[in-house]
């Protein structure tokens, strides 16, 4: 495909990627109006964000695998529709509870487009390519994290919060049509599709029961109690029985053979921590803007865009430079180094601390995530089969997520406990009663507006500091993705579409040049064959790789005669010895044959043994002889 053909079937993938990111950060400046108008408390407050990254964590691998199953572009639509939907069925809540339900569909919608645009992606665009492309969607992350806040802070501020919601349903529809008027795929291959439902109920189960579990812990219930330990002890059991029918399962939902792949396993334990910065600090700059600082939701979506302007002009630009040079780790290891340095910098901020030094530090964290997040799953689809990129790619994704739920659920914890421990303590100094902040005492979110003077000042130091304290917490795992991008294997990008080496695949078992790479990826990996730019050695060797299967490479034995290729007819070898166009070799007949077909396929007809004998494309291929008996 041309790069006009690229954008404009990428366009409708941008656009639901587009819908997915509004649906968490077209809230985050307004969540703290929302949940005070439906009279929520801090619980509430993180279960309507926790909800949402709940259902997107759990229900990615499905939509993954699903993908890898049948038709991917229908996937796609059925995300969207899901999504769109839920959206506004969630604009019309009237109480937090079922807020937080139908942010769960919402969910749904969004792990479907998070899993299914990138590997739709993979199908379209070769790996080495994709760096650029893979900017384009950081880019639109970045619009989206800059236009949501932004967008809903106007919203709210003039017309309602509830335009929150119904201000995506017109970006979803108009993305459903763009998908089904440009995004054109080859259908699957018909076989029986076979769903393992019970790895799907226990992933699913075994999850939730964790992130219900840490959310909730040490507030509704004591971590060393009867109910905490049933909880914990629940989900580390749906998840060990997880593992045993994942093992079991014809088509697992995720497939545990992918953790033999170096790549995969230090990706998936890199975007961990990589979720818990991108989703926890996303969530918690809205309440320091808003309750720290005392802005409104619109100034409070304005004044985080240096960590996205810092996203956009970093994926954009290490994106545009991996398509170029073909070199990805040391932008990653970059990336990881600034993000960790911008967490730990922001741990050390309070209320007052002047914005031009906050949004050096935001600035940070935005080049790091935007050097990491997109480009871990692109080292992903580079390094494993073309039949498992679906299940593989939407494991990234899912832990991803699921490390940022975890975050978003412990560090909620963490604020809710530190703040009120800060407000009380400060309360008390002042000779104030905790209890004249209402009836929600001081673990309900506060109307500042309606604060006085002195009491707003603690209340704001108390949310600054506490605020502070959960980037500390996020600091130390910055650390981990530092090591684990460092130990990936530098596998170099290859340079077939993922429709391309399904083909391939197709063809013959060992013709996907891509997969190849995959299999090297313990020894660092080895170049994909290009079918254009190769030398006719080169497409040989690929071709005559097909028919490795089928022909015996073994030395010819005097048992099993050598079969004799088509330049040896009527010649006398030496012992033990053959002569082609005065390169000796030994008895590997078998070789030479191949060697020869494979040629006769090169220039895509049979090739007589007289014409063969002369001709430069069997010269050459005779020099790679070895890589062909190591093939």
Same mark, same amino acid.
């Given at each position: ?12 993938? *941008? ?92 969910? *749904? ?75 054109? *795929? ?183 995530? &935007? ?31 699921? &490390? ?228």
């Amino acid at each position: 495909m041309s790069h006009r053909e690229v954008l404009t079937a990428l366009s409708g993938l *941008l656009m639901g990627m587009l819908v997915a990111i509004l649906s968490s950060t077209v809230v985050s400046t307004s969540l703290p109006r929302i949940v005070s108008d439906l009279n929520g408390s801090q619980t509430s407050y993180t279960w309507v964000i926790t909800a949402t990254l709940l259902a997107t964590t759990v229900s990615t691998p499905l939509w993954g695998k699903f993908s890898d199953l049948t038709n991917r572009k229908v996937l796609l639509q059925v995300a969207l529709v899901l999504f769109v939907l839920a959206s506004v069925a969630a604009g019309f809540s009237q109480n937090t509870a079922t807020l937080i339900t139908f942010r769960v569909f919402q969910g *749904l919608g969004a792990g479907g487009l998070t899993a299914l645009v990138q590997v739709v992606m993979s199908d379209i665009i070769s790996p080495r390519e994709r760096g650029r492309y893979m900017g384009y969607l950081g880019a639109v992350m970045s619009v989206g994290t800059i236009g949501g806040p932004l967008l809903g802070g106007v919203l709210t501020d003039s017309i309602g919060w509830r335009w929150n919601f119904f201000v995506g349903v017109p970006v979803g529809v108009a993305a459903l049509i763009v998908i089904q008027r440009t995004l054109h *795929l080859p259908p699957k291959p018909k076989k029986a599709v076979v769903v393992d439902y019970w790895g799907a109920g226990l992933i699913a189960g075994g999850v939730s029961l964790l992130l219900v579990w840490v959310s909730l812990g040490g507030k509704q219930f004591d971590w060393n109690s009867t109910t905490s330990w049933l909880m914990g002890v629940g989900a580390a059991v749906l998840l060990a029985l997880a593992v045993v029918v994942e093992f079991r399962s014809k088509e697992p939902i995720i497939p545990l053979t992918l953790f033999t792949n170096r790549t995969f396993t230090f990706a998936v334990i890199a975007s961990l921590s990589v979720g818990v910065a991108m989703f926890g600090t996303s969530v918690f700059l809205g309440q320091y803007m808003q309750l720290a600082r005392g802005q409104s939701p619109t100034m409070a979506g304005i004044l985080t865009l240096p960590m996205v302007l810092g996203l956009l002009i970093s994926s954009m630009v290490a994106g545009a430079l991996i398509s170029k040079y073909g070199k990805w780790k040391p932008y990653m290891i970059v990336g990881s180094i600034l993000l960790a340095a911008g967490l730990f910098l922001m741990s050390t901020i309070e209320y007052d601390t002047n914005f031009a030094i906050v949004s050096v530090f935001m600035a940070m964290m935005g080049l790091g995530i &935007g050097m990491v997040m997109q480009n871990l799953v692109l080292v992903v689809q580079n390094s494993v089969d073309v039949s498992v990129v679906g299940a593989a790619s939407s494991s990234v994704a899912f832990f991803r997520s699921l &490390g940022g739920t975890i975050g978003v659920s412990v560090m909620g914890a963490v604020l809710g406990t530190k703040v009120s421990g800060y407000i009380t303590d400060g309360l008390t100094d002042a000779g104030v009663d905790p209890s004249a902040l209402g009836s929600g005492g001081s673990t309900s979110i506060p109307d500042l507006s309606t604060v006085p003077g002195p009491i707003r000042t603690i209340i704001e130091s108390a949310y600054g500091q506490g605020v502070a304290d959960v980037f500390l917490i996020a600091a130390p795992l910055a650390i981990i993705t530092i090591v684990f991008v460092c130990l990936l294997p530098n596998v170099e990008l290859g340079t077939k579409t993922g429709l391309q080496r399904a083909a391939a695949k197709t063809d013959g078992p060992a013709a996907d040049s891509s997969a190849a790479t995959a299999s090297d990826d313990s020894d660092g990996g080895a170049a994909p064959v290009d079918a254009n730019a190769a030398s006719p050695a080169a497409k040989g060797v690929a071709a005559t790789a097909g028919l490795a299967p089928a022909v015996s490479s073994a030395p010819a034995t005097e048992s099993t005669p050598a079969p004799v290729s088509p330049i040896d007819e009527g010649r006398e070898p030496a012992e033990g010895q053959r002569r082609h166009h005065g390169h000796t070799t030994t008895a590997t007949g078998t070789i030479d044959t191949i060697i020869a077909t494979g040629a006769a396929e090169v220039a895509g007809h049979p090739v007589p043994a007289d014409e063969l004998a002369e001709s430069p494309v069997f010269s050459s291929l005779v020099e790679e002889k070895d890589v062909a008996a190591d093939r």
